[in-house]
C-alpha cells in the first residue's frame, strides 16, 4: 500500500490571517486559549519593566504543538488530503507525538507512534495512556523518523510530516493570541526545535504589522540554529548534546532557516546550567513547570538583563513535559 501523503503544494509558512483566524476557530471547538500573565517576580529578576509569559504548559498535552495536531486532524477528516484515511503515523520525541495522540484520537483515526529506543519514558508512558500504537525503534530521532516511513507504506497510513500547513498554522494560534492579547510587546523569546514556533511567531507578526523583536533561543550545545542564522544558510552539527531535547537539533531544515534569517532579531545560545536556573526561576517566581525548552526563552533573557532592562518583554513557555527525576535535581540545586 502507498503511504498517504501532501498533495497539496502550498508553501506551509505563507499562510494568511483568514487561514490564521480559521486556525485558531478550530484549535479553540476543542480547547480554551492558554493564559498570558505578567509575572511580576520574573520582571523583578530579570529587570524588565513587564515579563508575559504565554502558558503552554497549560494545554492537556502540556506543550504547545497540540494545536497543530488538533488543525491537522481536522483537515484530515475533511479529505483536504484526499481519502480520509484510517490511521496516521508520525516519529517524535514526544511533544510532537503527544500533540497527533490527543488530536488525532479525538477524531477517531487510529494513532501510530515511532520513537527511539531511548525515549523519555515518561513520554511513552502518557503515549500509551491516550491509546496510540508505540513503537519504540532506532537509535535517535532520524532513525525513528525513517522506521516511520517504512511503516507508513507498509500499512498505508499517513505520514505526519514536520512541516505540513496545517501544523505550522495550528501552532501560530499561540502567537495570534498573544499579540492580540498584548500587541506592545518589545521583544519576545521563543525556543527553537525544528522552527515551527518561531517561524509561526515571525508570519503571526507580520500579518499584525507589529514591531516587535523575536528573539530565538537555542542550548549552546545544539547551536545549529545559531549557527545557520549568522551563516545565512544551514549548518549542520554533529551532536545536540543538551538535557533540553526540545531543541536537541542538529540538522536544520531550509525553510525553516530561510524564516528565521530574515524575520529574527537575533539567536541566543545559552548554557545547560542557565536553562537549569531558569527552570527553578519558573518554579519559584510563577509556581510553574517547565521542561528545558520551556525555560530557555526565560533563560536568555535573565542572560541579557541589561539589553532588556526597562523593556516590556513576552517568553514562551513552550512546554512541561520533564522527566521528574530531572526536575527534582534541578530543583533541589
Same mark, same amino acid.
Given at each position: 500500500?502507498?503511504?498517504?501523503?501532501?498533495?497539496?503544494?502550498?508553501?506551509?509558512?505563507?499562510?494568511?490571517?483568514?487561514?490564521?483566524?480559521?486556525?485558531? =476557530?478550530?484549535?479553540?471547538?476543542?480547547?480554551?486559549?492558554?493564559?498570558?500573565?505578567?509575572?511580576?517576580?520574573?520582571?523583578?529578576?530579570?529587570?524588565? !519593566?513587564?515579563?508575559?509569559?504565554?502558558?503552554?504548559?497549560?494545554?492537556?498535552?502540556?506543550?504547545?504543538?497540540?494545536?497543530?495536531?488538533?488543525?491537522?486532524?481536522?483537515?484530515?477528516?475533511?479529505?483536504?488530503?484526499?481519502?480520509?484515511?484510517? /490511521?496516521?503515523?508520525?516519529?517524535?520525541?514526544? %511533544?510532537?507525538?503527544?500533540?497527533?495522540?490527543?488530536? @488525532? =484520537?479525538?477524531?477517531?483515526?487510529?494513532?501510530?507512534?515511532?520513537?527511539?529506543?531511548?525515549? %523519555?519514558?515518561?513520554?511513552?508512558?502518557?503515549l500509551k495512556a491516550m491509546g496510540v500504537d508505540?513503537?519504540?525503534? @532506532?537509535?535517535? #530521532?532520524?532513525?525513528?523518523?525513517?522506521?516511520?516511513?517504512?511503516?507508513?507504506?507498509?500499512?498505508?497510513?499517513?505520514?505526519?510530516?514536520?512541516?505540513?500547513?496545517?501544523?505550522?498554522?495550528?501552532?501560530?494560534?499561540?502567537? &495570534?493570541?498573544?499579540?492580540?492579547?498584548?500587541?506592545?510587546?518589545?521583544?519576545? #523569546?521563543?525556543?527553537?526545535?525544528?522552527?515551527? /514556533?518561531?517561524?509561526?511567531?515571525?508570519?503571526?507578526? %507580520?500579518?499584525? /504589522?507589529?514591531?516587535?523583536?523575536?528573539?530565538?533561543?537555542?542550548?549552546? %550545545?545544539?547551536?545549529? !540554529?545559531?549557527?545557520? &542564522?549568522?551563516?545565512?544558510?544551514?549548518?549542520?552539527?554533529n551532536s545536540a548534546n543538551t538535557f533540553a531535547?526540545?531543541?536537541?537539533?542538529?540538522?536544520?531544515?531550509?525553510?525553516?532557516?530561510?524564516?528565521?534569517?530574515?524575520?529574527?532579531?537575533?539567536?541566543?545560545?545559552?548554557?545547560?546550567?542557565?536553562?537549569?536556573?531558569?527552570? =527553578?526561576?519558573?518554579?519559584?517566581?510563577?509556581?510553574?513547570?517547565?521542561?528545558?525548552?520551556?525555560?530557555?526563552?526565560?533563560?536568555?533573557?535573565?542572560?541579557?538583563?541589561?539589553?532588556? =532592562?526597562?523593556?516590556?518583554?513576552?517568553?514562551?513557555?513552550?512546554?512541561?513535559?520533564?522527566?521528574?527525576?530531572?526536575?527534582?535535581?534541578?530543583?533541589?540545586?
Amino acid at each position: 500500500m502507498s503511504t498517504l501523503v501532501s498533495s497539496v503544494n502550498v508553501d506551509p509558512f505563507l499562510f494568511s490571517l483568514t487561514q490564521l483566524e480559521d486556525a485558531t =476557530r478550530v484549535v479553540r471547538k476543542a480547547l480554551p486559549a492558554t493564559p498570558q500573565i505578567a509575572w511580576p517576580l520574573l520582571a523583578e529578576r530579570s529587570g524588565a !519593566h513587564m515579563v508575559w509569559v504565554k502558558h503552554e504548559n497549560h494545554l492537556p498535552t502540556s506543550a504547545f504543538k497540540v494545536r497543530g495536531g488538533l488543525v491537522l486532524a481536522d483537515a484530515l477528516k475533511k479529505g483536504v488530503y484526499g481519502d480520509v484515511p484510517k /490511521g496516521i503515523i508520525t516519529a517524535t520525541v514526544g %511533544n510532537h507525538g503527544l500533540s497527533q495522540a490527543f488530536a @488525532g =484520537r479525538q477524531a477517531g483515526f487510529d494513532v501510530t507512534i515511532v520513537v527511539p529506543e531511548n525515549n %523519555n519514558p515518561e513520554k511513552n508512558k502518557a503515549l500509551k495512556a491516550m491509546g496510540v500504537d508505540l513503537i519504540e525503534a @532506532g537509535h535517535d #530521532y532520524s532513525a525513528a523518523y525513517d522506521i516511520s516511513l517504512n511503516i507508513a507504506r507498509e500499512r498505508g497510513l499517513f505520514l505526519v510530516e514536520p512541516f505540513l500547513p496545517e501544523l505550522m498554522r495550528g501552532v501560530a494560534t499561540y502567537s &495570534f493570541e498573544l499579540f492580540n492579547s498584548v500587541p506592545d510587546l518589545d521583544t519576545v #523569546y521563543v525556543p527553537i526545535g525544528m522552527g515551527s /514556533g518561531i517561524c509561526g511567531m515571525i508570519r503571526t507578526r %507580520n500579518l499584525l /504589522g507589529l514591531k516587535t523583536r523575536i528573539v530565538g533561543v537555542v542550548s549552546e %550545545n545544539a547551536a545549529a !540554529h545559531s549557527l545557520s &542564522f549568522r551563516a545565512g544558510q544551514v549548518v549542520t552539527t554533529n551532536s545536540a548534546n543538551t538535557f533540553a531535547d526540545g531543541v536537541a537539533v542538529r540538522i536544520p531544515k531550509p525553510e525553516p532557516v530561510a524564516i528565521i534569517c530574515k524575520g529574527a532579531e537575533r539567536i541566543v545560545e545559552v548554557s545547560d546550567e542557565a536553562i537549569e536556573e531558569a527552570i =527553578r526561576a519558573f518554579h519559584e517566581d510563577t509556581h510553574n513547570m517547565a521542561e528545558g525548552a520551556g525555560a530557555i526563552g526565560l533563560a536568555a533573557l535573565l542572560g541579557e538583563r541589561e539589553k532588556m =532592562r526597562g523593556k516590556k518583554v513576552g517568553l514562551v513557555l513552550s512546554g512541561a513535559n520533564i522527566r521528574r527525576p530531572l526536575l527534582a535535581k534541578i530543583l533541589a540545586n
